[in-house]
């Protein structure tokens, strides 16, 4: 069973940066694509970035050069870089690690709450 561990999440004042790390099972980082999604309350999951294995990116439009997402494949970590936070960027961040090239599905971590207030 896969397991993904998010931190970094808190409570920063708009124009803020943080920093969100997910560590994942060494077996399915290796083999998925990574992404940030994020849930505001009363709204659907949405994604934020992803990176392949080999280091491509996607942006959401809403945080394209605010965001950075990136993957440290000898830690098994994906990170993701938040700068210039806004209060709409309020939500729980969740990790994703998509091994379905392989058969093997779509795995979760448990979330970190991202607030962005004065």
């Known amino acids: 069973q896969a397991q993904l561990v998010e931190s970094g999440g808190g409570l920063v004042q708009p124009g803020g940066s943080l920093r969100l790390s997910c560590v994942a099972s060494r077996g399915i980082f290796s083999i998925s694509a990574m992404g940030w999604y994020r849930q505001a309350p009363g709204k659907q999951r949405e994604l934020v970035a992803r990176i392949s294995t080999g280091g491509t990116t996607n942006y959401a439009e809403s945080v394209k050069g605010r965001f950075t997402i990136s993957r440290d494949n000898v830690k098994n970590t994906m990170y993701l870089q938040m700068n210039s936070l806004k209060p709409e960027d309020t939500a729980v961040y969740y990790c994703?690690?998509?091994?379905?090239?392989?058969?093997?599905?779509?795995?979760w971590g448990q979330g970190t709450q991202v607030t962005v207030s004065s």
């Open positions: 994703n690690a998509d091994a379905s090239d392989y058969g093997l599905g779509s795995y």
